[in-house]
């Protein structure tokens, strides 16, 4: 069953299609290992997403049957220098499906503009449900309790087995630089904001002191996928507990999984709390994880003392606070 989100492509984000057709026909027959490229080629649009433009690609092939695939490619205009990286997340997904099943796998990057205008790569398409900032009417639409708890645990859950993945036995143990790595983020983000901000406020100086003043001890590297949330993560629609993709890991890297589980935590509201930025998960539903729980749950698998995770909510809010700046 298909639970299709997408859209007409956008006028100011339409392409040659011919040419990307004849490129992408020519590149996969020369690989023995990728699906052949048979039938006309119909393009749609994702419609949800805030940066990266991802759309549909259904080769409609003689038998009746269609193939699709995913092609992502970064926003138009001026993009940040090593953001929207596709080549980074093709890295990623070219192996990291072998160990993590949620990881769609990426089939080909394209690093000539000459095809669409900006390099992009080509990757399997995973269905099923997305939530966004409601329970959809397929899960009881946040009546059921039962399924809101199933889709908060699911949210650790898949977070703790990324990173339970040994980088090295898919290849990417030199993804990255470890070493120093919360330091640099928070060295780097505070550099963020100083180039943002439009007035002199006091406390987000006195922030970034305080996290530069109390760094923790990182725990082991692991495969961080840096943008971790519900949005981001497609669940089966028989049972909202199943996760079937992860998507948008153009910032994967190697370095500390508590900064991913940071991120997560600034989108998971408390009861009396108000949702706040992009990505906000419905975490007032009824038998939703509270927060506290999430924190306990990912501790609990992975080892970790949950005396150490508030740092991490701390800097994910100035983070955010960044993004919003």
Excluded at 7 to 30: G, N, P, Q, S, T
Excluded at 132 to 150: L, T, Y
Excluded at 193 to 206: F, I, K, M, N
Aim: negative net charge; aromatic residues 8%; charged residues 25%.
């Amino acid at each position: 069953m298909q639970h299709d989100d997408t859209i007409d492509v956008r006028a100011e984000e339409r392409f040659d299609e011919a040419r990307l057709d004849a490129y992408l026909r020519e590149a996969f027959a020369k690989q023995d290992d990728l699906p052949a490229l048979e039938g006309e080629l119909e393009v749609r649009q994702f419609g949800g997403g805030h940066a990266n433009l991802t759309y549909l690609l259904r080769y409609l092939q003689p038998q009746g049957e269609a193939l699709e695939l995913v092609l992502r490619r970064p926003p138009l205009g001026p993009v940040a220098p090593k953001s929207h990286d596709m080549k980074r997340e093709y890295r990623a997904l070219s192996v990291l499906w072998r160990a993590f099943s949620y990881a769609p796998r990426a089939y080909h990057y394209c690093a000539d503009p000459a095809v669409l205008g900006a390099h992009f790569l080509v990757m399997e398409r995973r269905d099923g449900v997305v939530v966004r900032g409601a329970i959809p009417e397929v899960f009881g639409g946040g009546a059921d309790e039962v399924a809101n708890r199933r889709i908060s645990e699911a949210i650790v859950d898949v977070l703790a087995e990324l990173h339970d993945v040994d980088p090295a036995k898919v290849g990417l143990d030199d993804f990255g630089r470890p070493e120093g790595f919360l330091a640099r983020q928070v060295r780097g983000w505070g550099e963020r904001y100083e180039r943002a901000r439009t007035s002199d406020l006091a406390l987000p100086g006195e922030l970034v002191r305080w996290l530069e003043a109390n760094l923790p001890e990182s725990p082991p590297p692991a495969l961080l996928h840096n943008d971790w949330r519900l949005d981001n993560m497609a669940l089966s629609p028989s049972d909202p507990g199943r996760c079937t993709a992860v998507y948008d890991w153009d910032m994967c890297t190697l370095g500390d999984p508590l900064c991913d589980l940071g991120t997560v935590l600034v989108a998971w509201p408390a009861p009396d709390e108000p949702a706040a930025g992009p990505g906000a998960m419905p975490t007032h539903a009824p038998g939703f994880l509270a927060r506290e729980e999430a924190v306990e749950r990912y501790c609990a698998r992975r080892g970790v003392d949950p005396a150490s995770v508030p740092y991490y909510q701390v800097f994910g809010n100035f983070k955010m606070a960044v993004v919003l700046q």
